[in-house]
């Protein structure tokens, strides 16, 4: 238990489909992120949000819209993907970017799969 | 562009063996490198490492950074089976202000996988 709580843990899609992931932190933290594990590729980050505000945009196509109505959740739109876009992909909290010794915390993932 | 670089990329050893695992760092703006280790599921945090020389300890585990040689180690002494994983690498870094927005720079990771 890691205290970032990811679902779905596994979903298969269309690429017509509309679907959402979607994080929760119960760490207290103020800034969560989305990233993305491909196969045989390192770790690469997607979007951060600080205190609700998007902080980072790492030039991720707009297929993928993400959401952050609190500090406490964090959501992953998902729109007329493609079979590439097949991942892990992770979602993780931290205390403040801007503090010395932020530490970042990952959930367990959601295997995405596209069909 | 940030580079993070790990080797080797996969290690097999066998029970009470030592190993060393290597990280090293091309960035900008660097403000500390991370040590995670990952088994099929959330990356666990294991060290966070921000000034050179000071090693860090957690029972069987230790590292250590090297900022002249923009690199650290992760030691494992006495592998148990339970070691076996992907052992990430990750740099941190700053605008050219000094401000962080927490953006990990991620290396391949190093599979180990320790055999009875």
């Known amino acids: 238990e890691t205290g970032v709580t990811q679902t779905p843990r596994h979903l298969v899609m269309g690429m017509t489909n509309k679907k959402s992931l979607k994080c929760e932190q119960h760490l207290g933290h103020n800034a969560m992120y989305w990233y993305k594990q491909s196969a045989k590729k390192p770790l690469e980050l997607m979007f951060v949000?600080?205190?609700?505000?998007?902080?980072e945009n790492n030039s991720v196509p707009s297929r993928f819209s993400p959401e952050c109505p609190n500090s406490s959740h964090l959501f992953l739109h998902l729109h007329t993907l493609q079979p590439e876009d097949s991942a892990l992909y992770l979602c993780?909290?931290?205390?403040?970017?801007?503090?010395?010794?932020?530490?970042?915390?990952f959930g367990e993932g959601s295997w995405l799969t596209v069909v | 562009e940030d580079k993070v670089v790990q080797s080797p990329l996969s290690l097999v050893v066998h029970e009470g063996d030592t190993v060393t695992l290597n990280c090293s760092y091309e960035?900008?703006?660097?403000?500390?490198l991370l040590w995670y280790k990952q088994e099929k599921k959330a990356p666990t945090f294991l060290f966070m490492l921000?000034?050179?020389?000071i090693e860090k300890k957690s029972g069987r585990l230790s590292s250590i950074l090297d900022k002249k040689e923009l690199s650290s180690i992760l030691n494992i002494t006495a592998t148990q089976t339970g070691d076996s994983a992907i052992y990430l690498c990750?740099?941190?870094?700053?605008?050219?202000?000094?401000?962080?927005?927490?953006?990990?720079?991620f290396g391949q990771g190093t599979i180990l996988t320790v055999h009875p």
């Open positions: 993780a909290s931290s205390q403040d970017p801007g503090v010395p010794g932020n530490t970042i915390y």
């Open positions: 921000t000034s050179s020389g």
């Open positions: 960035v900008t703006n660097f403000r500390s």
């Open positions: 949000y600080n205190f609700k505000e998007q902080t």
């Open positions: 990750a740099v941190e870094v700053t605008n050219a202000g000094g401000t962080s927005y927490g953006k990990l720079t």
